[in-house]
């Protein structure tokens, strides 16, 4: 089924040859290491434009799905900027109102209200946004090329970000997140290093029969610091009965962390309405420490 689903997002993204739309963000484009036979992969990096001198803004790495993976190291880093349009998100949220158009009018007039209630109360503050090639290691999470990825976005793109980019260098405000497969490497990465990431959270996340190993992942121990901790499906994911199992056994395991049930299929229309929206909107209040409609 994310075989299938993933071949049906591809047939559906975005013309490659148009540049790709940035709204009121600007990209630069890193070169990460090689990945199997290659060629290295890369990862997109988008910065809030308009920005005082010395302003500085939440860290975010947010993983792509399986459709972009297919197109390769290069192209698949772009997936969230080109086929998920991100920086239209982001735009929606700096207006301050949400439209269910915005939405793909995938979301209830319920949470929509909320939502907006939420941008009322307190503007949309924005993030730094790194989106790196994911790459698909499900066959062997606990292999070598698995272990090089997970270094290179826990260790090596946290402490690039921290020297070269507008961030506020805390764990507190450095978060990790990813839709399908990406939410798969986010959970499995982000509850494995309390130290770097104190927001973990997942879109519609690829778990398959891996919940138990998922869970292991959270070492607990009294000094072990707090996360923030987020788990998403919808109405017609095709993973719900995967992802909602998942919130079973976190729950079973007495890890602390939220369930949200949205609107819409495991398909490009909801990374670009609904999951693209929830996410930057979580992580712009919860790596601030505020509280999350």
Same mark, same amino acid.
Not at 83 to 96: H, S
Not at 129 to 150: K, N, Q, S, Y
Not at 258 to 264: C, D, H, N, P, Q
């Given at each position: 089924?994310?075989?299938?689903?993933?071949?049906?997002?591809?047939?559906?993204?975005?013309?490659?040859?148009?540049?790709?739309?940035?709204?009121?963000?600007?990209?630069?484009?890193?070169?990460?290491?090689?990945?199997?036979?290659?060629?290295?992969?890369?990862?997109?990096?988008?910065?809030?434009?308009?920005?005082?001198?010395?302003?500085?803004?939440?860290?975010?790495?947010?993983? *792509?799905?399986?459709?972009?993976?297919?197109?390769?190291?290069?192209?698949?880093?772009?997936?969230?900027?080109?086929?998920?349009?991100?920086?239209?998100?982001?735009?929606?949220?700096?207006?301050?109102?949400?439209?269910?158009?915005?939405?793909?009018?995938?979301?209830?007039?319920?949470?929509?209200?909320?939502?907006?209630?939420?941008?009322?109360?307190?503007?949309?503050?924005?993030?730094?946004?790194?989106?790196?090639?994911?790459?698909?290691?499900?066959?062997?999470?606990?292999?070598?090329?698995?272990?090089?990825?997970?270094?290179?976005?826990?260790?090596?793109?946290?402490?690039?970000?921290?020297?070269?980019?507008?961030?506020?260098?805390?764990?507190?405000?450095?978060?990790?997140?990813?839709?399908?497969?990406?939410?798969?490497?986010?959970?499995?990465?982000?509850?494995?290093?309390?130290?770097?990431?104190?927001?973990?959270?997942?879109?519609?996340?690829?778990?398959?029969?891996?919940?138990?190993?998922?869970?292991?992942?959270?070492?607990?121990?009294?000094?072990?610091?707090?996360?923030?901790?987020?788990?998403?499906?919808?109405?017609?994911?095709?993973?719900?009965?995967?992802?909602?199992?998942?919130?079973?056994?976190?729950?079973?395991?007495?890890?602390?962390?939220?369930?949200?049930?949205?609107?819409?299929?495991?398909?490009?229309?909801?990374?670009?309405?609904?999951?693209?929206?929830?996410?930057?909107?979580? *992580?712009?209040?919860?790596?601030?420490?505020?509280?999350?409609?």
């Amino acid at each position: 089924m994310l075989a299938v689903a993933g071949a049906l997002a591809l047939a559906q993204s975005r013309d490659d040859s148009a540049p790709p739309a940035l709204h009121e963000l600007e990209a630069r484009v890193w070169t990460g290491p090689v990945f199997g036979r290659g060629p290295a992969a890369q990862a997109v990096v988008l910065v809030p434009r308009n920005r005082a001198a010395d302003q500085r803004f939440p860290l975010l790495i947010a993983m *792509h799905g399986l459709g972009e993976t297919w197109r390769g190291p290069q192209r698949g880093a772009w997936g969230w900027v080109r086929d998920y349009e991100l920086p239209r998100a982001d735009g929606a949220l700096r207006r301050g109102a949400l439209t269910a158009g915005d939405f793909e009018s995938l979301v209830d007039p319920a949470r929509l209200a909320q939502l907006n209630e939420s941008l009322r109360a307190r503007r949309y503050g924005g993030l730094v946004l790194i989106l790196p090639f994911t790459v698909d290691t499900r066959r062997h999470m606990d292999g070598a090329e698995h272990r090089a990825f997970d270094r290179w976005i826990s260790r090596d793109l946290v402490a690039r970000a921290r020297r070269e980019l507008p961030v506020l260098a805390t764990r507190e405000a450095t978060g990790i997140d990813g839709v399908s497969l990406g939410g798969l490497h986010a959970l499995w990465t982000g509850l494995a290093h309390p130290e770097v990431f104190g927001v973990v959270a997942a879109l519609q996340p690829a778990v398959r029969t891996r919940q138990a190993a998922v869970v292991q992942r959270f070492v607990a121990s009294r000094s072990r610091p707090a996360q923030r901790i987020r788990i998403v499906t919808s109405t017609l994911d095709a993973l719900r009965d995967d992802v909602t199992a998942l919130d079973r056994a976190m729950s079973a395991a007495r890890i602390t962390h939220e369930f949200k049930l949205l609107v819409g299929p495991h398909d490009y229309v909801f990374n670009r309405g609904p999951g693209a929206l929830e996410m930057l909107l979580f *992580h712009d209040r919860a790596l601030r420490g505020v509280a999350t409609p």
